[in-house]
C-alpha cells in the first residue's frame, strides 16, 4: 500500500491549539460546559471535550433532558429532572442526586452569565473500555451546556411549517419513552424532510396511530373542537405537551376548544384535523398546515396554536412555582 | 438553594490535568487514538477526547466497524470496510474515500507498534450544534482505536457460555442492520444477563424468530447435523459469520456437518438444537450450552463450535488476500 504522507503524533499543548482551530472554522454558541469528569466548568469551547471512550459516545449509553433561561430564570426544571430520572433508571445510569443535579445546573447558568438561552444535560456511563456494559471502575458523566438556543424561523409561527410520514420506522416504545442519546431515527427524519424541502417529520406506529416528530410532540384539534393529543405509551412525555394539557382548560372557557383528549389518533382522522401542532420546549407551539402535501384544515395557521404558544410564553415568565432564579 | 461549594472555571492546562488525574484513578489499554479533527494520532489516553458537541455524541449519528490485529497483519479489513460504507449509506454519514481510511487504519495500526490488539473506527457527523441534523460547516470525523482486545475468559471456550432470551425489543430492522452508535438495547440485554448472573442475552424477532446477541451473532447445529444461521435482513450482518459460512464446507467434508442453511430459525426449533454459539470478530466462535436455564444439546460444548473456532484461527493465520501487513 502507498504511504502518501505520515500521520503526526500530538502533544497535549497540540491537542489544544487543534481544537481551537476547529472553533474558528466553525464557530459554536455554547457560552458554559459543566463536566464532572473535568470536576468544573469551561467556558472556552475548545475545552468542551469529553473522553472518547465514554460509553454515551461510542455506546449511546446516556441520557440528556433540557430547560429554558427565560429572563434570568430557569423554568420548569423540575418536571424535566423527574424525566431525566426516569430516563436514568430505564437506561441502568447512575445519576448524582436530584438537589446536587439542580445545584450544578444553576450555577453553570450562573457562570455562563446568559439571561436568555437554553440548558442541556446528559448523563454517561462513563469511561475506562470500549465495551458494552460500564467498564470496571467507571464514573459515571454528569454534563451541563448552556447555549444559544435554535432560532426557528418566524415564518414558522406565522406561515405554518410543512411536514411529512417519515419512511424511517418509530423506535419501540421502551426506546421511544427514554430520553436516551440514541436519537439515530430521529435524525435522519428530520434529514429526510429537510431534504425534500419539507421542515420535518412524522412517526407512524405500527397500529396506524400519529406518535411524535422529530424531537417535539404533535398535536391536533379536531373539526368537533377536541384538542388531541397523542397517549404517552409510545412516544416521550413532552414536559411542555404536559404543561399545555395543564394550561389548555383556559382555552374551553374562552371557547376556543370544546374538550381535551389524550387518547390513540388514527392517521385518517388526525388528517381531517382543523388544526395540527408542534410543541416542544424549544420550539414552543408551531401550527402545521400542510401535511404529506395535503393542507391541514384551510391551509392556515390556526387560532389554537396561537392560542397555547401564548399560554406557554406567559407561564414561562409567571409561574412562580416553575421557576428557578439564577444568581449571576 | 443552597450554594454549598464553588464551581472552578477551567484553564486548558487544567483540563489536560483533569484528564490525566481520571486515566490514573481508571488505567486503560488505548495504544494509540486517530482522529481528523485533532489532524493526527495521540498515544496519550488523556488526550483521546472528542468535543462533546460532536454529534455523535449526544445524538447517536455515528457509525463504527471493527477488525483484529493478528501477528502483526490486519485481518478482512475490506469486508469491514465494506459494511462500514453500507452503515455510512443508510445513516447518511459522509466518510473519507476507502483508501483514505485504509491507508489511516494502517498507519495508526503502525503508530501503536502492536501486533496483536483490535482495531475500532468511527465516523461521525462532526461538532457545531446541539441540533438533530448536522450543523452549518460540520466537518465529518473520522477516528481510529487501537486497543488491547477484550480478554474473554477461558471457560467460555471450555465450558461453554450461559445466555437469556432478553426482555428488550429488538430493533426494527433497519436500525439492526446498521452499525450505528445507537447500542443502548444491546448494552440493556447484556447488563441484564449479567445481573442474573448470565453471559450474554438473545433478541427475538416479533415472528419469533431468533436474531442477534449482544454484539455477537447467534448459530445453530440441529439435530439434522445442519448448521444454521439466522437471515441477515433483521441483525448485523456480522463479517465473521459471513466468512465462517464460506469456511463451513470444509466441516461438511469432515462429516462434522450435514449442510448449512441462513433462514429464520423459531425459537422452538432453536431451543431443540444439538449445538448452540455466538460468532463475532472478538469472541470468535464460543459455544452456548445453557439458554434461559435449559440445557442446549447435552449441555456441554460441541464439536462443530470447536471446529469452527479453528478454521477462523487458521484463516486469520494464513488467508494471504485478506491480511493487510502493518509497518511498524
Chains 1, 2 share one sequence.
Not at 424541502?197 to 422529530?214: H, I, K, R
Not at 374538550?259 to 407551539?285: F, Y
Request: with cysteine.
Amino acid at each position: 500500500m502507498a504511504v502518501t504522507s505520515s500521520l503526526q503524533t500530538l502533544t497535549a499543548e497540540e491537542v489544544v491549539a487543534r481544537l481551537r482551530a476547529l472553533r474558528s472554522r466553525q464557530p459554536v454558541k455554547f457560552w458554559a460546559f459543566y463536566s464532572s469528569q473535568l470536576g468544573g466548568i469551561v467556558t472556552d469551547p475548545a475545552l468542551m471535550v469529553v473522553p472518547f471512550d465514554d460509553h454515551m459516545v461510542h455506546r449511546g449509553h446516556g441520557i440528556f433532558d433540557t430547560a429554558a433561561i427565560e429572563a434570568g430564570k430557569i423554568y420548569d426544571l423540575e418536571a424535566h429532572l423527574d424525566r431525566f430520572i426516569r430516563s436514568a433508571r430505564t437506561s441502568k445510569l447512575q445519576i448524582p442526586a436530584r438537589d446536587e443535579m439542580r445545584d450544578i445546573i444553576v450555577r453553570t447558568t450562573g457562570a455562563s452569565g446568559r439571561r436568555e438561552g437554553s440548558i442541556r444535560y446528559w448523563a454517561s456511563a462513563g469511561p475506562g473500555s470500549l465495551g458494552l456494559t460500564p467498564a470496571a471502575g467507571a464514573e459515571p458523566g454528569f454534563f451541563v451546556m448552556i447555549f444559544a438556543g435554535l432560532a426557528y424561523p418566524d415564518t414558522w409561527y406565522t406561515q405554518g411549517l410543512r411536514v411529512m410520514t417519515t419512511t424511517y420506522p418509530i423506535k419501540p416504545p421502551l426506546y421511544a419513552v427514554t430520553k436516551s442519546t440514541n436519537y439515530l431515527p430521529n435524525v435522519l427524519m428530520q434529514m429526510e424532510a429537510l431534504e425534500r424541502g419539507l421542515d420535518n417529520g412524522v412517526f407512524v406506529d405500527e397500529a396506524g396511530n400519529v406518535g411524535e416528530s422529530s424531537n417535539m410532540n404533535v398535536a391536533f384539534v379536531g373539526a368537533d373542537g377536541i384538542l388531541k393529543h397523542p397517549k404517552f405509551d409510545h412516544i416521550l412525555s413532552g414536559c411542555t405537551s404536559l404543561r399545555l394539557l395543564e394550561l389548555a382548560p383556559a382555552l374551553q372557557t374562552r371557547n376556543l376548544i370544546q374538550g381535551i383528549q389524550v387518547c390513540d389518533i388514527p392517521v385518517a382522522e388526525a388528517r381531517a384535523a382543523h388544526e395540527m401542532m408542534l410543541i416542544g420546549s424549544s420550539i414552543k407551539v408551531a401550527p402545521v398546515v400542510e401535511w404529506d402535501q395535503r393542507p391541514i384544515g384551510d391551509g392556515k395557521p390556526g387560532p389554537v396554536a396561537r392560542a397555547l404558544r401564548e399560554l406557554l410564553t406567559d407561564d414561562m415568565r409567571s409561574a412562580r412555582d416553575r421557576l428557578i432564579e439564577v444568581l449571576y
